[in-house]
């Protein structure tokens, strides 16, 4: 059996080795990854059990060759995706007139939203220095297709209530503000920025506004079938004229699966790149990506039809069932809070008699994944039906962490955070 040294620069074997081999060597690798079928992990893995990862396996499998960069060669791979959008836009509130486009993940579907924005907003003002505003809450993406394009960004506080607030948007508005950013929910808190408002605020102000709805989106609709007073969000709401959502969080597809959405198709148009004067031909691409994997879109088509309204219901109310478990038990351990209203399954918690951090390691030390928020110190989770496993250890984990004795709560601030 071949030994493998995973120390130092690699080379190519010289010879090919058995898949048994290979096989045993990449189940060494993974011994000490995060255990996200037991819900020990906070984020990055959402499990809706192994009927549903089976699924998505399969189907994935049978288009692993497949490359839905070119839609006349393969057909299907073009039928599934627009079988995806269609689906999408029924679920977040699209009309007739709107559009979309499937892409790799929430950044690529960020980034095509503001080149999308951008592009509209030249051909009004080309002569002008546009930025987007942005609350704090909003994810660095925005920032990462800024820097790629040029662009600036402002950021503005956000209310105590851990949402973006409208009349603080709208003192920031000005003639080179080309986009206004929503979350539904957003990633450090949980909360659905007031969207209604800030779709208002746009109109008002012939901004565009775009909703990341990158971790809600597929959860949200399901949620508002059972449970009342869900803040409206999608493209339904006045003023919003774009939306992205992750098929591969809570739509529970495999990586990398998200769309992009226009509450108006001519808006898609801006997104599409378009070469003429190539020798190959004219090259036309609607993503940022040229090939794209067949197996993501066979996935995510194959979950989203296994599953249906009333799968994706069931697994709905089962993590809001789960949430509500962990806060009822953050709340009952002392010197504990939660930060803001959670609206969705995104929930953190912070503590003004302990040092949130050093309970972040006790947990560590005990076998739990950690994610933690910087400003203000807390620690943080994503609830999803895998975590039903893990909440009664987590909880029962947690209360043993707390310090034997109070320590300074403002040293938590101090500590530099990484998320990824």
């Known amino acids: ?18 898949w048994s081999e290979l096989q045993e060597a990449m189940s060494d690798l993974r011994s000490g990854d995060a255990d996200w079928r037991h819900g ?15 699924v998505a396996r399969q189907a994935y499998a049978m288009f692993i060759s497949e490359n839905a960069l070119a839609p006349a060669a ?38 095509l939203a503001v080149r999308s924005a951008h592009r509209a907003f030249r051909e009004r003002r080309p002569q002008a220095r546009p930025h987007l505003l942005l609350p704090t809450s909003a994810h660095p993406a925005y920032d990462k297709a800024a820097d790629l394009m040029g662009l600036e960004v402002v950021r503005v506080p956000i209310g105590v209530d851990y949402r973006a607030c409208a009349d603080i948007l709208a003192q920031h508005i000005n003639e080179d503000t080309m986009m206004i950013v929503a979350s539904a929910p957003s990633l450090p808190f949980g909360t659905i920025d007031p969207i209604a408002d800030i779709g208002r605020l746009a109109l008002e102000r012939g901004v565009w506004l775009h909703v990341d709805a990158c971790i809600g989106g597929f959860l949200a609709p399901h949620v508002a079938k059972f449970m009342s007073g869900l803040p409206r969000f999608d493209l339904s709401v006045p003023g919003v004229r774009s939306l992205s959502a992750d098929l591969h969080k809570f739509g529970y597809t495999a990586k990398g699966a998200s769309v992009i959405l226009y509450a ?61 478990r962990y806060i009822e038990g953050i709340d009952r351990i002392p010197g504990l809070h939660l930060l803001g209203k959670p609206d969705l399954s995104v929930i953190a918690f912070a503590s003004d008699r302990y040092d949130i951090h050093d309970v972040g390691d006790a947990m560590e030390a005990r076998g739990w994944y950690i994610s933690r928020l910087s400003n203000p110190a807390a620690l943080h989770m994503t609830v999803t ?31 530099t955070v990484v998320t990824y």
């Open 74 to 111: 393969f057909p299907s791979l073009k039928r599934m995706q627009d079988d995806i959008i269609d689906i999408s836009l029924s679920l977040l509130g699209g009309s007739d007139d709107a559009g979309g486009t499937m892409t790799s993940g929430g950044t690529e579907s960020i980034m």
């Open 264 to 324: 108006d198709a001519e808006d898609q148009e801006h997104q599409y790149f378009e070469y003429f004067d190539w020798p190959k031909g004219i090259y036309r691409t609607e993503t940022l990506t040229g090939t794209r994997p067949g197996g993501a879109v066979a996935a995510a088509w194959a979950v989203m039809h296994y599953l249906g309204e009333a799968g994706y219901r069931a697994l709905a109310q089962r993590v809001m069932h789960i949430r509500d």
């Open 40 to 54: 020990r992990t906070p984020l990055h893995v959402y499990y809706a059990g192994e009927d549903v990862l089976d």
């Open 385 to 415: 039906p895998g975590h039903d496993q893990g909440v009664d250890d987590y909880l029962s984990d947690l209360e043993r962490s707390i310090p034997q004795s109070d320590r300074p709560a403002l040293r938590s601030q101090s500590r």
């Open 1 to 18: 059996m071949t030994r493998f040294n995973f120390n130092g620069r690699k080379t190519l074997p010289s010879r090919g080795q058995a």
